[in-house]
């Protein structure tokens, strides 16, 4: 039996020109049922995540970049570009600290029970996790209480 667990609810998202797999990262078992967790995860028409911006350059330059097709890993399904070999190597060693929360969704949208498309240059990383933002407003709107968006949009 394969039940699909979605942690963002009131999917009404229309797709345009970005996309979204639904992954396998982990089985959970026990005598009485099985099942297997799936999770959403953000990418393009190419199954490529973060619009090719590299995920690990947030936590060691403090800005976004652009990644290199040259250096790719796949996690959950979708492919990271990283802007050195370096980056992808850190990626490899620990994906889910640089992977971003929320399958790469609007974190703000998250917290109020919706998914939104994001935009690389709207970001932040809260207790070590990368978070982005759909629109300015939305970063507004994240910040007027972080502490209890993330809450929010962790459940």
């Known amino acids: 039996m394969k039940t699909i667990f979605l942690t963002l609810s009131g999917l009404s998202l229309v797709l345009g020109s970005i996309s979204c797999s639904v992954t396998e990262p982990h089985s959970v078992s026990n005598e009485h049922t099985s099942a297997v967790a799936k999770r959403l995860v953000n990418t393009n028409s190419k199954g490529l995540a973060l619009e090719g911006y590299d995920p690990v350059v947030y936590f060691t330059d403090k800005k976004p970049a652009q990644g290199r097709p040259e250096f790719t890993a796949v996690h959950e399904g979708a492919t990271y570009h990283f802007a050195t070999a370096t980056h992808r190597k850190m ?19 998250a917290s109020i029970g919706k998914v939104r498309p994001v935009r690389p240059e709207f970001w932040s990383i809260v207790n070590g996790k990368l978070i982005l933002q759909h629109s300015k407003e939305a970063v507004e709107l994240w910040e007027k209480d972080v502490t209890g968006n993330k809450t929010k949009a962790d459940t």
């Open 91 to 109: 990626f490899i060693e620990k994906p889910a600290s640089y992977a971003p929360a929320y399958g790469g969704y609007c974190g703000y949208a």
